[in-house]
């Protein structure tokens, strides 16, 4: 019989984390690498039987891929804390497992809800992402945000969705957005991506009107509005901590 593990990372997921883990009680095992959680994140997800881990966080990436190594299924299913498996998503999945998958990895649909309203345009719907994998076949990228599933073999897609609960409120998108862009912004450093002048510009205009307009965020209402905004803003930040990254590095050159 095929088993599944659902590995989950957290920090301070205690507003998440119960419908979380409810939505994937059906999975085998729930694996949780937790970072520093302050709150109730830990004691929550031990009452609901998952298995909880707190190494060193060395970023999403490698935190992913420590989740993976625990992990003892045959197959994977990777989500967010904010994020919720849908009854039908649960079936089709099920499904899919109780009979020999012809692929290695599978897509899914995920929707994503910002300031209480469902997303339908902005490049947010559908947003296809890699979560379910045969574990002997995939691994998570070592970027220390915004890491992916890689898999060695053939990917397909699933028709049901996945639930992401992730803006509640401006505070939260531009906190996380701060986070984010400060991550995006070391790893770029780290690859040696050159910064220019002319990218504090052209990118975050670029960003907006791609949002916006080529990806019809005007049809999302004034969330479609800030939503490119936003966006525009956090593309604006990466680059300006790009740009701080190279200015402190050739001062500590000069010595």
Not at 210 to 239: C, H, M, P, S
Request: hydrophobic content about 40%; charged content about 25%; proline content about 4%.
């Amino acid at each position: 019989m095929t088993r599944l593990s659902a590995v989950i990372i957290t920090k301070n997921e205690e507003a998440n984390i119960e419908r979380c883990l409810r939505s994937v009680s059906w999975a085998d095992e729930i694996i949780i690498v937790d970072s520093e959680s302050t709150d109730d994140t830990v004691e929550i997800a031990w009452s609901l039987k998952a298995k909880v881990f707190r190494p060193e966080w060395r970023g999403f990436g490698p935190a992913k891929q420590y989740a993976l190594e625990q992990a003892t299924g045959d197959w994977v299913l990777s989500i967010d804390a904010d994020e919720e498996v849908s009854f039908t998503l649960k079936n089709e999945i099920v499904h899919l497992l109780e009979s020999d998958p012809p692929c290695a990895g599978y897509m899914i649909p995920r929707k994503t809800q910002f300031l209480g309203r469902w997303i339908l345009h902005s490049g947010w719907y559908p947003d296809y992402v890699l979560r379910l994998f045969k574990r002997s076949a995939g691994h998570f990228t070592p970027a220390l945000v915004h890491e992916k599933v890689e898999v060695d073999g053939p990917v397909g897609k699933l028709n049901n969705t996945l639930l992401h609960y992730s803006y509640p409120t401006l505070e939260d998108f531009t906190r996380r957005q701060d986070q984010y862009t400060t991550l995006g912004a070391q790893d770029l450093f780290a690859s040696g991506k050159s910064f220019r002048p002319s990218q504090l510009v052209f990118k975050p205009v670029s960003s907006f009107l791609r949002k916006f307009v080529f990806q019809k965020g005007w049809r999302d209402g004034w969330e479609g509005f800030l939503i490119a905004g936003l966006t525009a803003n956090g593309t604006l930040l990466k680059y300006a901590k790009l740009r701080q990254l190279y200015r402190q590095a050739e001062r500590k050159n000069r010595g």
